[in-house]
């Protein structure tokens, strides 16, 4: 079936460190997925922090990219250079294009030290 | 901007106990969603719906229902609360032709006793 398949946290880094939170999905049942990232900051709802639904493109949102990769079914995320800011838990997702239907990783807690 | 309410924020209830669990959005948007977290699990989707009055079963909807009887409000309810369940409970929305954009709120915290 389609799945998301994530790093496990809880991830600890220190500040100004890079980060990466890998991500691979799979899409058996759809062609054309749409990959997301969202997250949860503390004390606040989960929201988008960046959508690519495109194979090949890359999105970029608060210092952070990731890229669409078809042939390795990833969508890992990175930064350069984290900030205390950033601690929150980041989830990985997967959606069909035209689809009502969201599917989720189990979400990676960061905690960035300063 | 708009704003996705959910109430309460914290729900306690007994084994075996109906528990409803509300939301409510003033984005205007047309789809809405129920997703229920467990620790250490991604968000399974519950309930879902297209349009006022219309329902879709999501993943884990057994033991659930869910009601949409106005756009803005979608209600979900807990038919018999399960001994010791831990979860949260998310509701979001998504504007059409949005490409998959959810909008959330900030969470039921269910703990049955």
């Known amino acids: 079936g389609d799945s998301v398949t994530q790093t496990e946290g809880p991830v600890t880094v220190s500040e100004s460190e890079s980060l990466i939170i890998n991500c691979t999905y799979s899409?058996?049942?759809?062609?054309?997925?749409?990959l997301f990232w969202y997250v949860r900051y503390p004390g606040e709802g989960l929201q988008l922090l960046l959508k690519?639904?495109?194979?090949?493109q890359k999105g970029s949102s608060r210092g952070f990219e990731a890229t669409y990769n078809k042939e390795t079914t990833s969508f890992h995320l990175q930064k350069a250079s984290v900030q205390e800011s950033d601690s929150a838990v980041y989830y990985c997702?997967?959606?069909?294009?035209?689809?009502?239907?969201?599917?989720f990783g189990s979400g990676t807690q960061l905690t960035v030290m300063p | 901007g708009g704003i996705i309410t959910q109430t309460p924020k914290f729900l306690i209830g007994q084994e075996g106990q109906k528990l409803t669990l509300k939301c409510q959005q003033n984005?205007?948007?047309?789809?809405m969603y129920w997703y229920r977290q467990d620790s250490g699990k991604g968000l399974r989707l519950i309930y879902y719906?297209?349009?006022?009055?219309?329902?879709q079963k999501g993943d884990l909807s057994e033991g659930y229902d869910a009601s949409r009887e106005k756009k803005s409000s979608f209600s979900l309810t807990v038919t018999s609360a399960q001994k010791n369940e831990m979860a949260v409970f998310l509701c979001?929305?998504?504007?059409?032709?949005?490409?998959?954009?959810?909008?959330f709120g900030a969470g039921t915290r269910l703990s049955v006793l």
């Open positions: 719906s297209i349009t006022e009055n219309d329902l």
């Open positions: 984005f205007n948007h047309d789809t």
């Open positions: 997702a997967l959606g069909r294009s035209g689809s009502w239907q969201l599917i």
């Open positions: 690519v639904i495109t194979a090949g």
């Open positions: 979001a929305s998504r504007p059409r032709g949005s490409q998959n954009t959810l909008y």
């Open positions: 899409a058996t049942s759809i062609a054309y997925p749409n």
